[in-house]
Every structure is written in structure tokens, then in C-alpha cells.
């Protein structure tokens, strides 16, 4: 995929004038032409359809004002953009929204044949119809190629191709599509409906195989693990400390931070001059960007932001477009509940701001802050997209609008292609998701109860459980994207604070559901938090990891009560005699000396699920009693204690299934197993391209992977493992 340095220096010594490239040079005219028609059909629905503003000599005075609009609006890009460094992200945007009713008025006042009838009111109106119509003009004619905003990406990036310094050595660029399991990969490519990731597969530059996430197979989990290699510190997407009393959340910043200064040593994967965008973790890169760990530290300004702030075709744009996925969401859902598709949950809410927020305005914003880092040439770069993980978990992993998510996806990693095809320096590009998602009725549909309830139901306590479980996970994003803002010392800055006081505890922007931290009051006895279809379960009151003979002696009944429950496939429990041990229905398993009783509980959940419930029985934190939800013998589909169709947190389906596309010169001879190995893979990848630095007194970082997790990497260009 990259340009090996030898070509590097054969593209920059054959590079010939704009003006003399006639590719180069058509695809520009072509732009300005496709650009030029859509502002004219945009001025004529406008004229058309308001009576504030009229034409009094025919046609040509609306082609005048196309024209003298165009001339208008790059003037006032221009002085955006030159006065970014002292208003903001957020005082561009603003200034942008206000300069297009200044643009409209100034245009019409310039052009004596175009009139404005009526109040004050009239240019405002008139300019919000205009960018309304233009935007969705522009996202018909770019409907199934490169979108509006990331068109313009490129020919940024192509003007300022030959004025940039390559970088001396290979860079890698990887790209994480949340969610996203092997086999629905494997099947999309065979279908041919992912044309770029798909066409790198077909054609051989790349291999995928697919690795298992182990338990929890959650983002932050399996993030710790590929950026810090340090996923035994996440239990769970949240859990209950008993040291402390609180409930940590992995997309709260404050938790992230704290939880992150655990883990790290410095030496992340991205240590070396790299970027982390979009992510749970900074994997200790020295640029991070809409990072939950770092949302809460000021941090600099990106030109990526500044480009997307002033652009027409970004933040402005990007706020219309969101109106009309909102109104694709609510079509969609609508579509379910006529057709009677089960399983499914209630697609309202918050979910239609996320999903409007996700698809449309990070996303564009996700191509601007990367497209900046490749052309500095940061040696590596990590991007998580959280698009699919957002639809999926509300529409289900396999149904249409989850699949044209992907196929979205996947035109931003064509554009990505391009824009580093016309950079003098070289990227190899990686693509991984973090875990799948597996499909199922919820357990609250199935059986009319909470899990909590259920649990309430089996113990005599003197005060009800808390239940800790929420739809908080698609608020990440955004809660960090405006804590950021909130922080920078300009104009936009200060207005977010103001705008969001009650919003922001302790510097950082909480937005979303209540129910994600519940009050913990210091009597509270149990305490039930959820990931999914693992739930975890703690005895408040007595410190320690409560072994099972304790819990029987306290609680008789809630043991046997969860085991043996329609909706529970097993729990997990310490015992003094032989360690953690899961229980089912019908038989017991000793996790580890593999000793069965009766019928194997674990059975179902496949051949890894006992080292995997091993693994997550000794993590730090975790719950006194660990319970996954059933699984369905011909469906695999579970049932989340979530309200989430698609759910991600445990064992069972799709879940674990995630996956790796990698160069093929790259082979691996074994797909890794677990979040840490995934990360030694790719520490090996950056030292073959010489981004890593080593330091004599610190031992090599694929070195002190622990030998059950080394990465078995071989260079050559023969070989390949393909899932």
C-alpha cells in the first residue's frame, strides 16, 4: 500500500506543474463546474421557493450572484481562517454560521437585479433556506463517492503536496472501526459491498485474520490492551471499586485519566511522536485528540480543527446534514416497528442526537485531524470510528442501516488512500475493530425484570441493589469533543463554558444518561453493574473479593437462584478449595484445573471461554459474582442486561470474534489471542519501520511481552495467514 522510499523520490523528481498535469487539472475543473451547478440549483430552488427574494432581469442576475457569492465566501474563508489562533474552534464555527446570512446579504446588495422583499428577517431567512438547500444539494451529488467535506480534504492536501518535507521513514496509520466482527467483515468483502477494504483484500496487498478479545470485550478493554498493553486493569466498561466506593466508567474523563496513570509506563504504542484520535486512551502519544483520558488537559490547536471549523463544507454543512440523519434515523426505526423485526429495541431518545453527532459531523472531523497528522508525517496514528458501534447496538449488527455505516466507512478509507498517495512520504495503513457485536432480545424483553430485580429477589438485604448500567457509551465521543472545546483559551471557548456550567464537573463536560453513576451511599449492600450480557455483582459491604462459601452462608439462595435462571448461561465465584469456579444450570467447571462436573456450562460459549473467565476472574476489581446471559442454542444470539439489540461486553456470539487487515508482507503466523498480543504485533510492525526508539536501560518493548502473549512475526513477503 505505501510508496517504497525508492518511488518516493521517483514521484517527487516526475511531479509536474498543476497547470501542466491534465488529471490533476481536469479533476479541479471538474470540482469547480460540480461545485458551480450546485450553488446554481441551489439559488434557483431558493428563488423559487421564497417570496422574499426575486429576480427582476430573468437568469442572468442569478448566475451573476453565483459568482459574486463564491468571490464573497472565499474572502471570508480566508479571514475565518486568519483569525482562528485568537476566536477558536468554536468562534469559527459560530463566526462561519453568522457569515453566511452576511455573505447572503452583502451578495444581494452587490447585485441589482436580485431584490430582497419583506422585514429584516428576509436575508436570514433567505440564507438559511440557501445552506439548508446547498447542503442537501451537495449530498445528493455526492451521494455513494467521497463526500462534500472530504472532497475538499483532498484538494487542501493537493495544493500543499509539493511544499511538504517527506518524512525519512514509513509511517503507519491505523484505522479502528468499533465493533466490527470478523465474520460480518468476511462476509461484506465476499459480497463485494465494501469496494476499497475489500478491493486491498482481493487484490493481495493485505491479509485478514481474525483474534479473539477475550472477557470484557468492550472498547476500553481491548483498547488498553492494543495501546497500552495493559487490558488486565478493565473488568468491565464500568465497575465498583470497593477501596473507594465509586463507580469508575472508562468514557467518563476523570475515570480515564485516573485509570489510564495505572497502566501506563510511558511506552504505549504511540509513545514515539504518535497520534491518538478519537480513542479511550492517549497509548502515551504526545498528540491526543478527542481523547477520553485526555479530554480534561488543554490542549493545542489543530489545524485539522481550524479546516473544519471555517470550512463551508464542514461544521456548517456538517450541523445541516445532521438534521437529515436524524430524519433517516427516525424513517428507519419507524420501518422496524411496521415490519415487526425482532429483535429490537426503542431507537429514540439521545440515540438519534448520537447517531445524527457520530455519522456525520466526528466523522468528518475523525478525516480532518488524521489527514493533518499525515501530512506532518507523524510516525503513527491511531483513529477509533465509532459509527457502526453506535447504529449497530441500537438497529442490530446485520441489518441494513448498520451495513451502510460500514459502506460508509469504507468510502473514508478510500479517501484516506488517496490523500496519502499524493503525500511525498509513505503510510502503511492497519484496519482493526476492538471487539463484534452479537444480537439478541434483551434480558428485561425476555423475562420482564432487570437483572438487578432479579437479584433483589434472592437477597435479604435491608436495602434494594443499585443498579449501575446505562446507554452511556455513544456520549463518550461527544462529552470529550466538548470538554476539549471547553478548555481552549479563545472566544469559542469560554462561550462552550458558559453554555455548558451545569454540564461540566470538575472541568470535564458531562452529558447523557443519569443512570450510567448512580449515587452510592456508604450502607449500600449490593451493587449490579452491567457490560452487555456480563454483568458483575458486588457485596458492598464486605471488603475483599467474597469467596463462595461466605456468599452462601449470607445469601443461600442467590447463587443456585442466578444459576439456575433461564436468561443466566453461568456465573463465575471464587471458592477457598480451588479458586473460580463457573456454575451453570446443570454442571460446574474449575477454571483452572479444568475439572468438570456434570454438564460443562462453558460449552457454548467455545473452546476459549475457559481461559478467557480465568483471565477475568483474577483482574483487579472485579465483580464478587460474574454472570453472562444465556445463549441461544441455534441463534447464538444473547440477551444483554442492557436495553441494546447489538450488545459487546462478555462471551457469546459474535462478540469476541474481532479482527485484524494488515499488509501481507507482514505475516503472522498465529492470529493473536487477547488485546496485549494485538499490541506486541503492532510494536513489532513500527520497529521493522524504524519508529520505535530503544533504550538500553529499559528492556525492548517487544521484549517484555509476556511469553504466553509473544507475537510470533515473520518478514517475509511469501507467506500469510488469511481468516
Known amino acids: 500500500m505505501a510508496k517504497p522510499p525508492e518511488q518516493i523520490s521517483i514521484d517527487r523528481r516526475q511531479r509536474r506543474p498543476v497547470w501542466l498535469d491534465l488529471r490533476r487539472t481536469t479533476r479541479g475543473l471538474q470540482a469547480m463546474i460540480l461545485g458551480g451547478l450546485a450553488s446554481l440549483v441551489s439559488l434557483l430552488i431558493t428563488f423559487w421557493t421564497l417570496p422574499q427574494i426575486s429576480s427582476s432581469d430573468g437568469a442572468w442576475p442569478i448566475l451573476r450572484l453565483v459568482v459574486i457569492l463564491a468571490v464573497i465566501g472565499l474572502i471570508v474563508r480566508w479571514i475565518l481562517a486568519g483569525i482562528a489562533v485568537l476566536i477558536g474552534s468554536v468562534g469559527v464555527l459560530v463566526g462561519g454560521l453568522l457569515s453566511q446570512f452576511g455573505v447572503v446579504y452583502l451578495g444581494v446588495t452587490l447585485d441589482p437585479g436580485v431584490h430582497l422583499h419583506g422585514g429584516v428577517e428576509a436575508p436570514f431567512v433567505v440564507s438559511i433556506v440557501m445552506s439548508s438547500v446547498s447542503a442537501f444539494v451537495g449530498w ?121 496513570a495505572r497502566m501506563s509506563t510511558g511506552r504505549g504504542l504511540l509513545a514515539d511522536g504518535g497520534a491518538s484520535i478519537s480513542n479511550n486512551w492517549s ?125 460508509g466507512l469504507d468510502r473514508v478509507l478510500g479517501a484516506l488512500k488517496r490523500i496519502i498517495d499524493l503525500l511525498p512520504h509513505s503510510y502503511e495503513i492497519v484496519i482493526l475493530s476492538d471487539h463484534g457485536q452479537s444480537q439478541g432480545s434483551t434480558f428485561l424483553q425476555r423475562y420482564g425484570r432487570t437483572l438487578t430485580q432479579v437479584v433483589d429477589d434472592l437477597v435479604d438485604t435491608t436495602k ?125 467447571h474449575v477454571l483452572r484445573s479444568g475439572r468438570i462436573e456434570g454438564i460443562d456450562p462453558l460449552q457454548p460459549y ?51 470474534e474481532a479482527v485484524l487487515v494488515h499488509p501481507r508482507r507482514w505475516a503472522v503466523e498465529e492470529p493473536p489471542v487477547g488485546s496485549d498480543a494485538v499490541h506486541h504485533l503492532l510494536i513489532s510492525w513500527l520497529d521493522q519501520l524504524g519508529q520505535r526508539k530503544h533504550d538500553d536501560n529499559n528492556e525492548d518493548d517487544s521484549e517484555s511481552a509476556p511469553e504466553d502473549q509473544v507475537d510470533r512475526v515473520a518478514t517475509s513477503t511469501d507467506a500469510s495467514v488469511e481468516a
Open 140 to 260: 445528493i451529488a455526492y451521494a455513494g463517492s467521497d463526500d462534500a467535506y472530504v472532497s475538499e480534504v483532498m484538494r487542501v492536501v493537493r495544493r500543499r503536496a509539493r511544499k511538504i518535507q517527506a518524512a525519512p521513514k514509513t509511517g503507519m496509520l491505523i484505522i479502528q472501526i468499533d465493533g466490527l466482527s470478523a465474520p460480518l467483515l468476511n462476509w461484506m468483502v465476499m459480497s463485494g459491498n465494501l469496494p476499497h477494504l475489500g478491493g486491498w483484500i482481493r487484490d493481495g496487498s493485505h491479509s485478514m485474520l481474525e483474534w479473539h478479545t477475550g472477557v470484557p470485550a468492550t472498547t476500553p478493554a481491548s483498547q488498553a490492551g492494543i495501546l497500552h498493553g495493559g487490558s488486565g486493569q478493565i473488568p468491565a466498561f464500568r465497575w465498583y471499586e470497593k477501596e473507594t466506593g465509586r463507580v469508575m466508567v472508562t468514557n467518563r474523563a476523570r475515570d480515564a485519566a485516573e485509570i489510564e
Open 283 to 407: 497509548g502515551d502519544a504526545p498528540t491526543s485528540e478527542l481523547v477520553f483520558s485526555r479530554a480534561a488537559l488543554p490542549t493545542g490547536r489543530s489545524r485539522g480543527y481550524v479546516r473544519f471549523f471555517s470550512s463551508p463544507q464542514g461544521a456548517a454543512r456538517g450541523l445541516v446534514l445532521c438534521v437529515a440523519e436524524m430524519v433517516k434515523e427516525l424513517h428507519q426505526a419507524r420501518r422496524q416497528r411496521v415490519r415487526n423485526l425482532v429483535p429490537r429495541v426503542n431507537r429514540g431518545g439521545s440515540y438519534i442526537f448520537l447517531r445524527a453527532i457520530s455519522n456525520v459531523l466526528l466523522r468528518d472531523l475523525n478525516v480532518s485531524l488524521i489527514t493533518d497528522e499525515l501530512v506532518k508525517g507523524t510516525p503513527a496514528i491511531y483513529c477509533d470510528f465509532v459509527d457502526y458501534d453506535e447504529v449497530a447496538h441500537h438497529a442490530g449488527p446485520t441489518r441494513p442501516e448498520s451495513m451502510q455505516t460500514l459502506e
Open 464 to 588: 434494594a441493589p443499585v443498579a449501575a448500567t446505562g446507554r452511556s457509551e455513544g456520549w463518550g465521543p461527544v462529552n470529550a469533543f466538548l470538554t476539549e472545546l471547553s478548555l481552549r483559551a479563545s472566544v469559542g471557548g469560554k462561550v462552550t463554558r458558559k453554555a455548558l456550567h451545569g454540564k461540566a464537573k470538575r472541568g470535564e463536560v458531562e452529558l447523557g444518561p443519569a443512570d450510567c453513576e448512580p449515587p452510592i451511599a456508604a450502607d449500600e449492600q449490593m451493587i449490579v453493574t452491567a457490560s452487555g450480557n456480563l454483568a458483575l455483582i458486588y457485596l458492598a459491604r464486605t471488603p475483599g473479593r467474597v469467596p463462595l462459601e461466605e456468599i452462601e452462608l449470607l445469601h443461600p439462595r442467590l447463587i443456585p437462584g442466578l444459576a439456575m435462571h433461564p436468561g443466566i448461561g453461568f456465573v463465575v465465584v471464587d471458592s477457598l478449595a480451588e479458586g473460580p469456579v463457573a456454575i451453570g444450570r446443570a454442571g460446574v
Open 606 to 656: 467455545g473452546p476459549m471461554a475457559a481461559a478467557s473467565m480465568l483471565r477475568q476472574a483474577e483482574m483487579p476489581h472485579n465483580g464478587d459474582i460474574v454472570v453472562i446471559s444465556r445463549l441461544d442454542e441455534y441463534t447464538r444470539e444473547v440477551a444483554a442486561f442492557e436495553e441494546l439489540v447489538g450488545c459487546h461486553g462478555g462471551i457469546g456470539g459474535w462478540q469476541t
